[in-house]
């Protein structure tokens, strides 16, 4: 099994940038898609990306479109997620996830990942 842990969620003014990351440990890295979700007070769980071992990232929803960056760097067993520009409504706690790769299609739901790191918060002021 593979074991994640998010760090670099923090307070922010509207406008500025953070890069979370995502740590995998225990199982091979490189059999897993991850994905990030994000869930705001009072709101579902909302699916922000998800990358392949080979790069290949899924598009991001249009809200976020243009301001975010997923990446991953398999030798240091982390995927990352730049955030810039953001916006007050993007308070939110922000985890990342992993599922066993699937040929061809990466998922975008919630319960299709089996492993969930804790979450990082990420606080915008206005």
């Known amino acids: 099994q593979v074991q994640l842990v998010e760090s670099g969620g923090g307070l922010v003014q509207a406008g500025g940038s953070l890069r979370l990351s995502c740590a995998a440990s225990?199982?091979?890295?490189?059999?897993?898609?991850v994905a990030w979700f994000r869930q705001s007070p009072g709101k579902e769980r909302e699916f922000v990306s998800a990358?392949?071992?080979?790069?290949?990232?899924?598009d991001f929803p249009d809200s976020v479109k243009g301001r975010f960056t997923i990446s991953r760097d398999n030798t240091k067993s982390t995927v990352y997620l730049e955030m810039n520009g953001l916006k007050y409504e993007e308070k939110a706690v922000y985890y990342c996830?992993?599922?066993?790769?699937?040929?061809?299609?990466?998922?975008?739901?919630?319960?299709?990942?089996?492993?969930w790191g804790q979450g990082t918060q990420v606080t915008v002021s206005s």
């Open positions: 225990g199982d091979s890295f490189s059999n897993y898609i």
């Open positions: 990358i392949r071992w080979s790069g290949l990232s899924t």
């Open positions: 996830a992993a599922t066993p790769h699937r040929s061809g299609y990466t998922p975008q739901t919630e319960r299709a990942y089996d492993h």
